[in-house]
């Protein structure tokens, strides 16, 4: 797997982790990575993802902890960290709107569950979207696109995914009461920072 595609696929993963609750087929897919135990290590170890049943597991405990971090008690939008009265902007005026209009993405909202665009998982998710534009530009030996898409995933996160998600995923890391969503948030961390220095070389 080419660099160009981890990175594809490591956005696609905390994206879907922190967009909406868990499901027995997401869970059984993120438990097949290759690198799972590296990646959730507390959640490996869990003695409750051994002895419990996967709908207990999953309805009683994963999704309970996810409701907390990500609904009730902590506040995954960006305008909510960036905004001088704490507000989500969820109309037009929303700073990542223009972004995604540039490129044809266009958030189905109600499908996603959120209720703005600047939804980190939704922001996540775009650069997926970026770095997917980028494999194709790979693929038809197109540097200067390259080149472009590069730049943009370097800027959105400047802008826009490291202006809030460090804070965000500090706070989950020490709230979340799973070691799923702990280890979740430390990875997303990681990565994203890590994101951030290989794009700067």
Known sequence: MSITEQRS???SLVSRIFIQEMDEHTLSKIEKIDNFKELFPNYFE???RQTLSRYKLI???LNVDFTDIAIMHLIPYETFYTREDAMIETGGANPVVQI???YGYRVDLDRARVVSPDHIGVELEFMKILIDAQKKAEEDNDIEAVK??????KRF???????FAPLYFINVAEQARTPFYKDAAKLALEFLLEDYEYLNK
């Not at 472009?148 to 995933?153: G, R």
């Open 9 to 11: 696929s490591l956005y």
């Open 46 to 48: 869990w003695d409750k």
């Open 59 to 61: 309805n009683e405990i």
């Open 100 to 102: 995604y209009n540039d």
């Open 148 to 153: 472009q898409l590069k730049e943009e995933q």
């Open 157 to 163: 996160l400047e802008d826009h995914l490291l202006a």
